[in-house]
């Protein structure tokens, strides 16, 4: 059964900081691209950031050096470590695998930027 598990959301402040992590099971994390979208209420879901199974990455124009994915194919992990934060960022943030014709997503993780 493929489990991917999100986790590390939650409140934060504008300038802060948060670091998401997916812990993915049930499938051959090495062979497979990770990414992160989000959801803010009334929105598409969205692209994020996504890394390829070689450790390419590649980012939304909004997020660009800001925030940062990384994955650690040993313990297959995913992270996305988030600074500089804004009211933007707000939305519900989920983690995705995809390899060939598979696609699996997690259940995601609330993300809210607020004073």
């Known amino acids: 059964q493929v489990q991917l598990v999100e986790s590390g959301g939650g409140l934060v402040q504008p300038g802060g900081s948060l670091r998401l992590s997916c812990a993915a099971s049930g499938i051959t994390f090495r062979l497979y691209i990770m990414g992160w979208y989000r959801q803010a209420p009334g929105k598409q879901r969205e692209l994020v950031a996504g890394i390829s199974i070689g450790g390419s990455t590649n980012y939304r124009d909004s997020v660009k050096g800001r925030f940062t994915i990384s994955r650690d194919n040993a313990k297959n992990m995913v992270y996305l470590q988030m600074n500089s934060l804004k009211p933007e960022d707000t939305a519900v943030y989920y983690c995705?695998?995809?390899?060939?014709?598979?696609?699996?997503w997690g259940q995601g993780t609330q993300v809210t930027v607020s004073s």
């Open positions: 995705n695998a995809a390899f060939s014709r598979n696609e699996y």
